[in-house]
């Protein structure tokens, strides 16, 4: 089943503890993407990557880390993660960035208090 | 800055009857529109696409309308189902190749 595989589904933490939101696809797609989704700002691109070892700013991608060393794995790295990086993450493949079709994870809640 | 938006927050629909969902863009120049669905606790779904060389585009139930001269497209659900109960985004892909999403419009069905 093609499908875009995040963890953890949900963590609460504290401000400063390094953490690591992990995220694999099975479809081989050159296109992965990280977003964040919060109440009345809607999805906010925080990095992505157009292909293996190639990453790009977003929108937002203050306070956020990314690695993109094979094709199937993007993982979101928060170094020294604060309250306002509470919010619900989604990770995002294609097979290319100018098609519109991107396939989501089932998202991650992250609480940093 | 280019945006696309949606115009209602909120809509309630009787089971069986039709939906339609509003969306407005504001640069002329935006070529490639999409709409996602997106189930409470789950991530979004891609429904379908629309490029700017149509006006309607038809899928399952779906249908897509674009209107190039108001700068405006909406999502019909023929039917609805309480399946269909979700939130819907609009989305387009910018000149830079850059997917932005609205703000999305609640979809609730009456049963």
């Known amino acids: 089943e093609a499908q875009v595989t995040q963890n953890p589904r949900y963590l609460i933490t504290v401000t400063g503890k390094k953490l690591t939101v992990t995220c694999s696809q099975n479809m081989n797609h050159e296109y992965m993407s990280w977003y964040r989704q919060d109440p009345g700002l809607g999805l906010r691109q925080i990095y992505y990557s157009m292909n293996v070892e190639v990453t790009d700013k977003g929108d937002v991608p203050e306070g956020y880390k990314v690695s993109r060393k094979e094709k199937r794995n993007f993982p979101l790295i928060l170094e020294s993660p604060s309250p306002n990086q509470t919010s619900l993450y989604f990770c995002?493949?294609?097979?290319?960035?100018?098609?519109?079709?991107?396939?989501f994870g089932e998202g991650s809640r992250l609480t940093v208090l | 800055g280019e945006s696309v938006g949606l115009h209602l927050p909120t809509l309630s629909v009787q089971e069986g009857d039709n939906s339609i969902i509003n969306c407005a863009y504001s640069n002329s120049a935006s070529d490639y529109f999409i709409w996602y669905k997106q189930e409470s606790g789950k991530g979004p779904q891609f429904i379908i696409d629309i490029r700017s060389n149509m006006d309607k585009r038809q899928g399952q139930r779906v249908t897509v309308l674009l209107n190039k001269t108001v700068k405006h497209l909406s999502l019909q659900i023929a039917a609805t189902q309480p399946g269909d109960s979700a939130v819907y985004f609009c989305?387009?892909?910018?000149?830079?190749?850059?997917?932005?999403f609205g703000q999305g419009t609640e979809l609730s069905v009456k049963p």
């Open positions: 989305a387009e892909i910018n000149q830079g190749g850059k997917l932005i």
């Open positions: 995002a493949s294609s097979m290319g960035e100018n098609t519109g079709e991107l396939f």
